[in-house]
């Protein structure tokens, strides 16, 4: 592998080197095509590539891919049984020490070298390529289930415009088993009391305080919570079980077709590819409503929940009642740590593909920041909103804040219509958070879906004028692997993905590309790539704690490694079988599911096995498969400042990448001197035309990159 080329080469020639003077030649000439080449590539954008209308659209597309169902769903519970508001504790730690540098890594490569992550890593070495792929892959996954869920909320979206919103609080619907259907409330167990109308039991009378703190409706008789018979469940459960998804018997139980849940993400499907049909613009211009709405609506929903009956006491549970003692516990920081990657899509190549159609002077630290943020205010906010809430839903239930928490979508699809079904006005307040979670969940359901498309159209040039192609072509096919979900054994094929699919995977990814940037590319030349960016700090302050920081270098290189290799761990880590239930989960949903979960990383050996057949095919030294490719932006620089033996090395790299017709990388053009003793016979000339690129008399400029 060549040098990382950070020590000049008047530092490391003897003083005898008879190629001095050349060398100098050579280094002055290189600094000046750069710095041209880079003042044209700031002013510059491939239009056939697209890029965003505004820095404002890319912001809020990342913002999209970032904030999804998770910050809803899964931050309130992993903050109510972490400690409360003390969760927040190693939740910001973590974000500063791993969110923050990994997301502004991410950015960075993508704004820099202008093309998304499998093209990135195979420049820094293509036997390293799968890294890239790894990411695709995991994306992909995720985009195969996680459409699943937007296809739910439609369904419910569909039921509250057909006014049925009050139905999925009732036991007496078609899809109903009345007996163990239960409609909870005290105020309904008291009117039938008063009434005389149906079956009391002895106990229930006036005075049903004094008995327990849950009642509950079930076969026109009024229980305590400690007399439910086994098998019942509430009203809005047996709703989302009965009607929605309407599960088997089990994993490979597999009879019918669910056709509501298969409309609704019939109906997801054609949106995410007319809003991918016009390729990253359309993108962008979508993003200002299906990012932005949600925002309004979190708020709306946060504060018509704060005036609630019992909301109080949803509020006091969640951040009123820190447990500090947590804050001590590894368990709460690794909650806090996979909550962070989950949420953020680090590892998904999404933010690197998104990047890589910013303008090359735009401020990703800044961007970097505002998804961080954005990112947790949208999980706090969201959190309030939910547990004042469920605050609500336990008083009218007559019971506590916790006997009413749910985690995953139970949470979304049973406690919340539930309360949302007993408010004043439940069809504006069940549609808005409905609509809520379409967004969230179509905005991350785009970018997972792009990060192939981009990648493929940048792989295959001639394709970016038929993007469209390539998306429908993409989304029928993850359309078709999906599609199993919609029957009734399907819904455990989406726990199984849901479990495996983006966990392990993701944080592989993260971990393999920050070593790859640090050790392999080097963090001298990415902080190089981050000065190109941004000039020079304007003052001391910035140069510390602005972009330029020597933080992230440092973290790049030990601190995030360190923790995506503890997340890696505890990420792996479950009891088997699923959730003790054998007959529900047999051994093959364990198998598969790590199947699922290892694909991603097989993809790091499946594509070194290409590179490795690619290079001798074209009759290229192998040990190119380990060096920095000629494709490189910051190609250039590097060369500059290698040693001279370090550049007689560059010799065997080929000129050109497998999807290009014309030579694509940094052009030698030496003296007929310098090219008899340090290139000679390179054996590689392929495609015919290096010959002609070494027998130049002065350097030029690298050409530019796709």
């Known amino acids: 592998?060549?040098?990382?080329?950070?020590?000049?080469?008047?530092?490391?020639?003897?003083?005898?080197?008879?190629?001095?003077?050349?060398?100098?030649?050579?280094?002055?000439?290189?600094?000046?095509?750069?710095?041209?080449?880079?003042?044209?590539?700031?002013?510059?954008?491939?239009?056939?590539?697209?890029?965003?209308?505004?820095?404002?659209?890319?912001?809020?597309?990342?913002?999209?891919?970032?904030?999804?169902?998770?910050?809803?769903?899964?931050?309130?519970?992993?903050?109510?049984?972490?400690?409360?508001?003390?969760?927040?504790?190693?939740?910001?730690?973590?974000?500063?020490l791993f969110g923050l540098p990994a997301v502004y890594l991410e950015f960075l490569l993508g704004q820099y070298h202008r093309t998304t992550a499998p093209i990135i890593f195979r420049r820094f070495a293509p036997i390293l390529q799968g890294v890239g792929w790894m990411a695709v892959t995991v994306s992909s996954l995720v985009a195969i289930y996680y459409i699943i869920i937007i296809g739910w909320s439609t369904v419910y979206m569909a039921a509250i415009m057909m006014g049925d919103t009050e139905r999925w609080n009732k036991c007496d619907n078609a899809w109903n088993k009345k007996e163990t259907c239960l409609?909870?409330?005290?105020?309904?167990?008291?009117?039938?009391?008063?009434?005389?109308?149906?079956?009391?039991?002895?106990?229930?009378?006036?005075?049903?305080?004094?008995?327990?703190?849950?009642?509950?409706?079930?076969?026109?008789?009024?229980?305590?919570?400690?007399?439910?018979?086994?098998?019942?469940?509430?009203?809005t459960e047996q709703y989302f079980f009965e009607y929605v998804?309407?599960?088997?018997?089990?994993?490979?139980?597999?009879?019918r077709m669910n056709f509501s849940s298969f409309i609704g993400m019939n109906i997801c499907w054609l949106i995410v590819a007319l809003i991918l049909w016009k390729g990253v613009d359309y993108m962008g211009k979508a993003s200002y409503v299906i990012v932005t709405l949600p925002?309004?609506?979190?708020?709306?929903?946060?504060?018509?929940?704060?005036?609630?009956?019992?909301?109080?006491?949803?509020?006091?549970?969640?951040?009123?009642?820190p447990d500090w003692s947590k804050v001590f516990e590894a368990k709460t920081?690794?909650?806090?740590?996979?909550?962070?990657?989950?949420?953020?899509?680090?590892?998904?190549?999404?933010?690197?593909?998104?990047?890589?159609?910013?303008?090359?002077?735009?401020?990703?630290?800044?961007?970097?920041?505002?998804?961080?943020?954005?990112?947790?205010?949208?999980?706090?906010?969201g959190g309030a909103a939910v547990f004042s809430t469920l605050g609500f839903l336990a008083h009218q239930r007559g019971t506590t804040v916790p006997n009413v928490v749910q985690d995953g979508f139970s949470l979304a699809f049973v406690a919340f219509p539930e309360a949302l079904g007993k408010m004043p006005l439940p069809e504006l307040w069940s549609f808005l958070f409905f609509i809520m979670l379409f967004f969230l969940g179509i905005s991350t359901?785009?970018?997972?879906?792009?990060?192939?498309?981009?990648?493929?159209?940048?792989?295959?040039?001639?394709?970016?004028?038929?993007?469209?192609?390539?998306?429908?072509?993409?989304?029928?096919?993850?359309?078709?692997?999906?599609?199993?979900?919609?029957?009734?054994?399907?819904?455990?094929?989406?726990?199984?993905?849901?479990?495996?699919?983006?966990?392990?995977?993701?944080?592989?990814?993260?971990?393999?590309?920050?070593?790859?940037?640090?050790?392999?590319?080097?963090?001298?030349?990415?902080?190089?790539?981050?000065?190109?960016?941004?000039?020079?700090?304007?003052?001391k302050f910035t140069s510390w704690l602005g972009p330029h920081s020597p933080y992230f270098g440092f973290n790049w290189m030990f601190i995030t490694p360190t923790l995506g290799s503890v997340l890696?761990?505890?990420?792996?880590?479950?009891?088997?079988?699923?959730?003790?239930?054998?007959?529900?989960?047999?051994?093959?949903?364990?198998?598969?599911?790590?199947?699922?979960?290892?694909?991603?990383m097989a993809m790091v050996p499946i594509f070194a096995v290409c590179a490795y057949f690619e290079f001798k095919n074209n009759g290229h030294d192998l040990r190119g498969l380990f060096m920095k490719q000629r494709q490189l932006k910051s190609y250039a620089r590097i060369y500059k400042k290698m040693s001279s033996k370090d550049r007689i090395k560059q010799k065997i790299l080929p000129n050109r990448e497998p999807w290009d017709d014309k030579p694509s990388g940094y052009k030698f053009n030496v003296?007929?001197?310098?090219?008899?003793?340090?290139?000679?016979?390179?054996?590689?000339s392929t495609y015919g035309d290096d010959a002609k690129l070494l027998n130049s008399v002065s350097f030029s400029s690298h050409s530019k990159s796709q």
């Open 568 to 600: 890696i761990i505890l990420a792996s880590i479950r009891s088997y079988p699923y959730q003790d239930k054998p007959e529900i989960y047999p051994l093959a949903f364990d198998i598969i599911g790590w199947i699922v979960c290892l694909l991603p």
């Open 445 to 539: 359901e785009v970018a997972y879906v792009n990060v192939f498309c981009s990648s493929i159209c940048d792989q295959f040039v001639s394709l970016r004028k038929k993007k469209w192609m390539v998306v429908v072509g993409w989304c029928l096919m993850l359309y078709c692997i999906g599609i199993v979900m919609v029957t009734d054994g399907g819904f455990y094929w989406f726990i199984m993905f849901d479990e495996y699919a983006a966990g392990v995977s993701s944080c592989c990814a993260v971990t393999a590309e920050v070593l790859l940037v640090a050790y392999v590319y080097g963090r001298r030349n990415q902080v190089a790539d981050m000065l190109e960016l941004f000039g020079p700090a304007k003052n």
């Open 295 to 321: 925002y309004f609506i979190i708020i709306l929903l946060f504060f018509r929940g704060i005036t609630l009956e019992g909301a109080e006491d949803g509020i006091q549970f969640y951040l009123g009642q």
């Open 1 to 96: 592998m060549p040098s990382e080329g950070l020590t000049s080469p008047t530092q490391r020639r003897s003083p005898t080197d008879s190629s001095a003077v050349e060398d100098q030649r050579i280094a002055t000439a290189i600094e000046k095509d750069t710095s041209s080449s880079r003042e044209i590539e700031v002013n510059e954008i491939d239009p056939c590539r697209g890029a965003w209308g505004n820095q404002l659209e890319f912001l809020l597309s990342t913002l999209g891919m970032a904030v999804g169902l998770g910050n809803i769903w899964r931050f309130p519970t992993r903050a109510f049984n972490n400690g409360g508001s003390a969760f927040l504790v190693p939740y910001i730690c973590c974000a500063l």
């Open 245 to 255: 998804v309407k599960p088997s018997s089990g994993f490979l139980d597999f009879n």
């Open 183 to 235: 409609e909870s409330g005290i105020q309904l167990c008291k009117h039938f009391n008063s009434t005389g109308n149906e079956t009391i039991p002895s106990w229930a009378n006036l005075s049903l305080p004094n008995r327990g703190e849950f009642f509950v409706w079930l076969n026109s008789t009024c229980y305590d919570k400690v007399d439910i018979p086994p098998g019942a469940m509430p009203a």
């Open 671 to 684: 003296s007929s001197e310098t090219m008899s003793t340090s290139f000679g016979d390179s054996g590689n």
């Open 333 to 381: 920081w690794g909650e806090a740590l996979k909550q962070l990657c989950f949420s953020l899509g680090i590892g998904y190549g999404g933010l690197i593909g998104m990047s890589s159609f910013s303008k090359p002077d735009n401020n990703c630290f800044r961007d970097a920041l505002i998804v961080i943020i954005g990112d947790t205010v949208m999980s706090i906010v």
